[in-house]
């Protein structure tokens, strides 16, 4: 019913009710027409029976006054009779319409008698009394007939009548029944097509309002009742587009929050870097001494090994084997030294390297020492955060890949980013999962593919739901906690190889299965690529 | 019907026999019209002996139609005398001096004879006591009379009281159509002279003279005849609308040849 719309619900239920008021007229004028029709009908049967009787008593007249003359000879009485036999005559003309052949059994006997009254009228006016007692006598048999006749015609059409009359009582008996019938059908009718029509408004209306109410008190998640195609119906589309526009304000409001919290976190670590810078300049020059010592010391205990050498052997043996093994320990310890300063140096010339950022020059690179160099930046920086993080790196590196251009600390970090995502997924997965097999595995895979570099990063992690993927790479688009993630990696790394390096960055995933990101960088930069936002 | 017989009456009588002498004298031969006169004479003389019993009935009526009284008086003999008075004060004529062996004596004595008939046959009823009205009217009267009279004078003459038909209370008196073709034609017309009679010679199987003697309504008639028209009179008969001097009755007299 909300196909249609309140105006032609109102005007259908009105048509309906006008309807059946329609139908039920027409049938009782109907009805009442046939009533009246079979009313007048046994009305004129009476009128005709009325007629016969009227007839049947003006020929009882006619005897009498036949006989008052035939005695009295007044003219008075012969005038009477005449009359009598008019009206008597006049009845029969008018019966004559319903009954002919009786009618005319009637006049053929009327004449009879007629004749022979007057005949013997005639004779007693001319005192032949004999003669005219023998004349009245057949003229009394002739009335006799006459009488029956007519008494017959008249309970005839009486029965007629009485049976029309009869008929009509019963049919207006069962006219009255239906119409009471169609009355209560109808009343039933039209009620329950009123509750239908206003149960069709008012239970909608109802929800719309306690939709309304619910958005008036802020639950966007509240209800609409579904976009009919009446009026209920567009109101309902524009509380729809009211909420959407609600859950959009809502939305965006919280991604500003989110987007001035990781504003305020990206200053955090923006200042973070310059500390790190600072410190690790600062740092730098101590390790300097500890790493050139440690070679010199080194040297200096080859020297003194030597110079040593003749005296220590005119030792004990004793002596001469704890010597030569503290030595020995001095120097591996001094190597370790040196092994580990040079590796605190990398650390923290990769840390200025990233901290200095911004560096936009194109170099040529080994790709796979800017990958393996991202990797232990990542892995420490992860190392670094979570003591619990353990996981070996699988690298399938193309050794055969030439050098290519591009901005190093700028690719650097495009990898940082997603190994640091990487090695979260399969973490967190490894955190979440039941299984006690699980080992989180990031393999890191590059190609030569010629004209381009492919790398991939895929780890064994928690996978991103298929609704995430089209937010992927949008600025403040985060699945981690506050604070532990900016949403700002992805689409720096987007803008990094799309736009800055013409290359294409794609992820396939399966939620708790797998997250492979491949990124391709052209050997030859073209146009800056397509905008932010597109994901293939 | 009755009729009061004044001097007027009388000198329409004369005037009207005497129309009659002219009528049939322009038409017939000096014999058959002194035959013609004769017969005219002879005929208002029954016509007069008949008004004269009939103005003693209607002169008794009152009389005849109390109650209280039985014997009224009225036999054939006192009613006779009492016409045969009438008669000579009318006309002046004694009737009992015409000589009975002629025609008109012979035809007054069979109308006397009917008038004293019918009186000593009506005696029972006359002189009923406790009755009031008794329908013995000088109409029933003079049809009585002129019934007996048929008798006594059968073949030689008939005396019959009609009237123009739509007046005729019994059917004996209708007219023939003679009698009906004579009132309608002449005794109605506008110009008719009042009073008088219409005679002419017929021949209906056998030749007769016959005479059309009409009579007027009198104030003493209206009481049954005239307004208002339909209203029923002492005899149950609705009163026919008449006014005095109207054509009430005709006096229809034929005397065979």
Same mark, same amino acid.
């Given at each position: 019913?909300?196909?249609?719309?309140?105006?032609?619900?109102?005007?259908?239920?009105?048509?309906?009710?006008?309807?059946?008021?329609?139908?039920?007229?027409?049938?009782?004028?109907?009805?009442?027409?046939?009533?009246?029709?079979?009313?007048?009908?046994?009305?004129?049967?009476?009128?005709?029976?009325?007629?016969?009787?009227?007839?049947?008593?003006?020929?009882?007249?006619?005897?009498?006054?036949?006989?008052?003359?035939?005695?009295?000879?007044?003219?008075?009485?012969?005038?009477?009779?005449?009359?009598?036999?008019?009206?008597?005559?006049?009845?029969?003309?008018?019966?004559?319409?319903?009954?002919?052949?009786?009618?005319?059994?009637?006049?053929?006997?009327?004449?009879?008698?007629?004749?022979?009254?007057?005949?013997?009228?005639?004779?007693?006016?001319?005192?032949?009394?004999?003669?005219?007692?023998?004349?009245?006598?057949?003229?009394?048999?002739?009335?006799?007939?006459?009488?029956?006749?007519?008494?017959?015609?008249?309970?005839?059409?009486?029965?007629?009548? *009485?049976?029309?009359?009869?008929?009509?009582?019963?049919?207006?008996?069962?006219?009255?029944?239906?119409?009471?019938?169609?009355?209560?059908?109808?009343?039933? /009718?039209?009620?329950?097509?009123?509750?239908?029509?206003?149960?069709?408004?008012?239970?909608?209306?109802?929800?719309?309002?306690?939709?309304?109410?619910?958005?008036?008190?802020?639950?966007?998640?509240?209800?609409?009742?579904?976009?009919?195609?009446?009026?209920?119906?567009?109101?309902?589309?524009?509380?729809?587009?009211?909420?959407?526009?609600?859950?959009?304000?809502?939305? *965006?409001?919280?991604?500003?929050?989110?987007?001035?919290?990781?504003?305020?976190?990206?200053?955090?670590?923006?200042?973070?870097?310059?500390?790190?810078?600072?410190?690790?300049?600062?740092?730098?020059?101590?390790?300097?001494?500890?790493?050139?010592?440690?070679?010199?010391?080194?040297?200096?205990?080859?020297?003194?090994?030597?110079?040593?050498?003749?005296?220590?052997?005119?030792?004990?043996?004793?002596?001469?084997?704890?010597?030569?093994?503290?030595?020995?320990?001095?120097?591996?310890?001094?190597?370790?030294?040196?092994?580990?300063?040079?590796?605190?140096?990398?650390?923290?010339?990769?840390?200025?390297?990233?901290?200095?950022?911004?560096?936009?020059?194109?170099?040529?690179?080994?790709?796979?020492?800017?990958?393996?160099?991202?990797?232990?930046?990542?892995?420490?920086?992860?190392?670094?955060?979570?003591?619990?993080?353990?996981?070996?790196?699988?690298?399938?590196?193309?050794?055969?890949?030439?050098?290519?251009?591009?901005?190093?600390?700028?690719?650097?970090?495009?990898?940082?980013?997603?190994?640091?995502?990487?090695?979260?997924?399969?973490?967190?997965?490894?955190?979440?999962?039941?299984?006690?097999?699980?080992?989180?595995?990031?393999?890191?895979?590059?190609?030569?593919?010629?004209?381009?570099?492919?790398?991939?990063?895929?780890?064994?992690?928690?996978?991103?739901?298929?609704?995430?993927?089209?937010?992927?790479?949008?600025?403040?688009?985060? *699945?981690?906690?506050?604070?532990?993630?900016?949403?700002?990696?992805?689409?720096?790394?987007?803008?990094?190889?799309?736009?800055?390096?013409?290359?294409?960055? *794609?992820?396939?995933?399966?939620?708790?299965?797998?997250?492979?990101?491949?990124?391709?960088?052209?050997?030859?930069? /073209?146009?800056?690529?397509?905008?932010?936002?597109?994901?293939? | %019907?009755? #009729? #009061?017989?004044?001097?007027?009456? =009388?000198?329409?009588?004369?005037?009207?026999?005497?129309?009659?002498?002219?009528?049939?004298?322009?038409?017939?031969?000096?014999?058959?019209?002194?035959?013609?006169?004769?017969?005219?004479?002879?005929?208002?003389?029954?016509?007069?002996?008949? #008004?004269?019993?009939?103005?003693?009935?209607?002169?008794?009526?009152?009389?005849?139609?109390?109650?209280?009284?039985?014997?009224?008086?009225?036999?054939?003999?006192?009613?006779?005398?009492?016409?045969?008075? $009438?008669?000579?004060?009318?006309?002046?004529?004694?009737?009992?001096?015409?000589?009975?062996?002629? #025609?008109?004596? $012979?035809?007054?004595?069979?109308?006397?004879?009917?008038?004293?008939?019918?009186?000593?046959?009506?005696?029972?009823?006359?002189?009923?006591?406790?009755?009031?009205?008794?329908?013995?009217?000088?109409?029933?009267?003079?049809?009585?009379?002129?019934?007996?009279?048929?008798?006594?004078?059968?073949?030689?003459?008939?005396?019959?009281?009609?009237?123009?038909?739509?007046?005729?209370?019994?059917?004996?008196?209708?007219?023939? =159509?003679?009698?009906?073709?004579?009132?309608?034609?002449?005794?109605?017309?506008?110009?008719?002279?009042?009073?008088?009679?219409?005679?002419?010679?017929?021949?209906?199987?056998?030749?007769?003279?016959?005479? %059309?003697?009409?009579?007027?309504? =009198?104030?003493?008639?209206?009481?049954?005849?005239?307004?208002?028209?339909?209203?029923?009179?002492?005899?149950?008969?609705?009163?026919?609308?008449? $006014?005095?001097?109207?054509?009430? =009755?005709?006096?229809?007299?034929?005397?065979?040849?």
């Amino acid at each position: 019913m909300t196909q249609l719309t309140i105006r032609t619900r109102l005007i259908m239920l009105s048509s309906a009710l006008l309807l059946v008021l329609a139908a039920t007229t027409g049938y009782l004028t109907h009805t009442l027409a046939d009533e009246a029709a079979a009313t007048a009908k046994a009305a004129d049967l009476l009128a005709v029976a009325d007629q016969a009787s009227s007839a049947r008593i003006a020929f009882g007249e006619l005897r009498y006054w036949n006989t008052d003359l035939a005695v009295s000879q007044l003219t008075l009485s012969e005038q009477k009779a005449a009359a009598a036999r008019g009206r008597m005559e006049g009845d029969l003309d008018r019966l004559a319409g319903h009954k002919p052949e009786r009618v005319a059994r009637v006049r053929s006997e009327l004449a009879e008698y007629a004749q022979f009254a007057g005949k013997a009228v005639d004779a007693y006016t001319n005192d032949q009394r004999v003669i005219g007692n023998s004349l009245l006598a057949q003229a009394r048999q002739h009335s006799l007939i006459l009488d029956e006749l007519l008494s017959a015609i008249v309970s005839d059409l009486t029965a007629a009548a *009485t049976a029309a009359r009869d008929q009509v009582v019963s049919e207006a008996a069962t006219a009255t029944r239906i119409a009471y019938a169609i009355f209560l059908a109808a009343v039933l /009718a039209g009620a329950l097509l009123t509750f239908l029509v206003l149960r069709s408004i008012s239970i909608p209306l109802r929800a719309l309002v306690a939709a309304m109410n619910g958005l008036v008190a802020g639950r966007v998640a509240v209800d609409i009742p579904p976009a009919g195609r009446d009026e209920i119906g567009a109101m309902a589309r524009i509380l729809g587009l009211f909420r959407d526009t609600l859950n959009e304000l809502r939305e *965006t409001l919280a991604r500003l929050k989110a987007a001035q919290a990781n504003l305020v976190h990206a200053e955090k670590m923006a200042s973070l870097g310059q500390l790190t810078a600072g410190i690790a300049h600062e740092i730098k020059n101590p390790l300097n001494f500890v790493n050139n010592f440690a070679d010199l010391s080194v040297e200096l205990l080859g020297e003194v090994k030597a110079a040593t050498a003749p005296a220590i052997a005119t030792l004990g043996d004793d002596t001469r084997a704890e010597i030569d093994e503290t030595i020995g320990m001095l120097s591996s310890n001094l190597e370790k030294i040196a092994e580990h300063g040079r590796r605190a140096d990398g650390i923290v010339k990769s840390m200025l390297l990233h901290s200095r950022g911004g560096g936009s020059e194109r170099q040529s690179v080994n790709i796979n020492s800017l990958v393996e160099e991202a990797l232990s930046l990542a892995y420490h920086g992860a190392r670094a955060m979570n003591q619990d993080f353990n996981m070996t790196p699988d690298r399938d590196f193309d050794d055969t890949i030439e050098p290519i251009d591009l901005v190093p600390q700028e690719i650097t970090r495009v990898f940082i980013n997603l190994f640091g995502n990487g090695f979260y997924a399969a973490n967190k997965r490894g955190r979440q999962t039941a299984d006690p097999t699980f080992r989180p595995v990031l393999r890191v895979s590059t190609r030569d593919l010629g004209r381009e570099v492919e790398i991939r990063v895929r780890d064994n992690g928690t996978g991103i739901a298929p609704e995430f993927r089209d937010k992927l790479f949008t600025p403040f688009f985060t *699945t981690k906690p506050t604070g532990e993630g900016t949403g700002l990696g992805l689409s720096i790394s987007y803008d990094i190889v799309v736009q800055q390096h013409g290359g294409t960055i *794609t992820v396939d995933s399966r939620v708790d299965e797998f997250t492979e990101f491949t990124v391709r960088l052209p050997r030859a930069v /073209a146009a800056a690529g397509p905008a932010r936002g597109s994901n293939d | %019907m009755n #009729r #009061r017989k004044g001097p007027i009456a =009388a000198a329409a009588l004369a005037v009207a026999m005497l129309a009659v002498s002219v009528l049939i004298g322009g038409l017939v031969a000096p014999s058959a019209a002194a035959a013609a006169e004769a017969d005219a004479a002879i005929a208002q003389s029954l016509a007069q002996m008949l #008004r004269s019993a009939r103005t003693v009935i209607s002169d008794s009526q009152a009389r005849i139609d109390d109650a209280a009284i039985g014997d009224k008086g009225l036999s054939g003999g006192v009613v006779l005398d009492l016409a045969i008075q $009438k008669y000579r004060a009318t006309t002046g004529v004694d009737p009992m001096s015409i000589d009975p062996k002629s #025609r008109q004596g $012979k035809l007054l004595g069979a109308l006397r004879g009917a008038i004293v008939e019918v009186m000593d046959d009506n005696q029972t009823e006359i002189n009923a006591k406790g009755t009031g009205f008794k329908g013995f009217i000088p109409a029933v009267f003079a049809r009585l009379v002129v019934e007996s009279f048929a008798r006594r004078a059968k073949g030689e003459a008939e005396i019959k009281v009609t009237a123009p038909i739509d007046l005729v209370r019994n059917r004996k008196a209708r007219p023939d =159509a003679w009698e009906a073709e004579v009132i309608s034609t002449k005794l109605l017309r506008a110009d008719w002279p009042k009073g008088q009679a219409f005679s002419a010679m017929v021949e209906d199987g056998r030749p007769a003279f016959r005479i %059309m003697v009409p009579e007027y309504y =009198a104030e003493s008639c209206l009481s049954c005849h005239g307004t208002p028209k339909g209203e029923m009179d002492k005899t149950g008969y609705p009163k026919e609308g008449g $006014k005095a001097g109207d054509l009430g =009755a005709v006096i229809s007299i034929t005397l065979y040849h």
